[in-house]
């Protein structure tokens, strides 16, 4: 073999060029699905993570606080609460420090300006909050998140009727509830706050892919948690420091206020539910 031979033989020829690109093409398009299924999973995971961090934030702040939930405003005079410590994720922010802890890794930030609304979607984060007057309030420093509160979690002071309007005696006081284990504390969510009903609808075959809810579309809350962030359904954190998967479908068999029955949304079930698993 002489010099010239031997350096043409030490590299690649176009088709042995082509056909390598082919076949690593062929491995990216097998293994693409897979890796994005992975991502998928990973993410699922940490937002499971976080959401057991909320039931370490709760069971802290009950430790504190004879096992009761945090206390809601019933008036703007309320003694002893203020507007800002009545949300739970204000009254919540002694107990923990990662802000970043409100997002759901599956979400993102599309830094909208405060004018433009604060509700999210499936996939965008909810806020930001306009800014205080004084600058100072809990939601001036990270008004962003991907997490929703159930409202009628509420250690209401004695003697009122109502809180945040609602019917004081449907709120749950405590975490020593028999049903603590279906009772949903913080989950997935396009908006900071939730009060759920037994007449709530499921979006309809138009609504349930909405990229950003607004909040004059409609006061049915259980539509803004029947979205399909993980597969077919939600993660979310219970009263009984639980965390785990919820199905769409399952969502009005869980136990959201201290009166709430198994029941099935008013408008039935539209037909984009068809292939989520049915709890009846």
């Keep these: 073999m002489n010099r010239n031979t031997a350096k043409i033989s030490k590299g690649f020829t176009l088709i042995e060029l082509l056909v390598v690109i082919a076949i690593i093409a062929l491995l990216l ?3 693409g699905p897979s890796l994005g299924k992975a991502k998928q999973y990973a993410q699922a995971v940490v937002c499971i993570s976080n959401l057991k961090q909320w039931s370490l934030v709760f069971t802290l702040y009950a430790n504190d606080n004879d096992d009761s939930f945090p206390q809601s405003i019933v008036s703007p005079q309320s003694p002893g609460v203020t507007p800002e410590d009545a949300w739970l994720l204000g009254g919540l922010l002694p107990y923990y420090e990662d802000l970043a802890l409100r997002d759901c890794p599956v979400t993102k930030d599309i830094n909208r300006p405060p004018s433009a609304g604060n509700f999210g979607g499936t996939f965008i984060e909810w806020g930001p909050f306009p800014p205080s007057i004084d600058g100072a309030q ?3 420093t990270y008004a962003e998140g991907s997490y929703g509160f159930n409202d009628w979690i509420a250690d209401v002071p004695p003697g009122h009727d109502t809180f945040w309007g609602l019917p004081s005696s449907r709120a749950i006081r405590t975490f020593n509830e028999e049903s603590a284990y279906i009772i949903g504390t913080v ?9 759920p009903k037994m007449n709530n609808n499921a979006p309809s075959n138009d609504e349930h892919e909405i990229d950003i809810y607004d909040a004059t579309w409609d006061t049915h809350s259980l539509k803004y948690l029947s979205i399909a962030r ?3 359904g939600i993660n979310s954190a219970f ?11 399952e ?10 029955k198994r029941c099935l949304p008013p408008n039935a079930w539209p037909s984009w539910t068809d292939q989520f698993k049915d709890y009846d």
């Design 239 to 249: 009263a009984d420091g639980g965390v785990r998967f919820v199905g769409v479908k």
């Design 138 to 140: 809990w939601w001036d």
């Design 29 to 31: 398009a097998i293994l």
């Design 230 to 232: 993980h597969g077919g």
């Design 187 to 195: 989950f997935d969510s396009v908006c900071w706050e939730q009060v």
């Design 251 to 260: 969502l009005w068999y869980l136990k959201w206020h201290k009166d709430w």
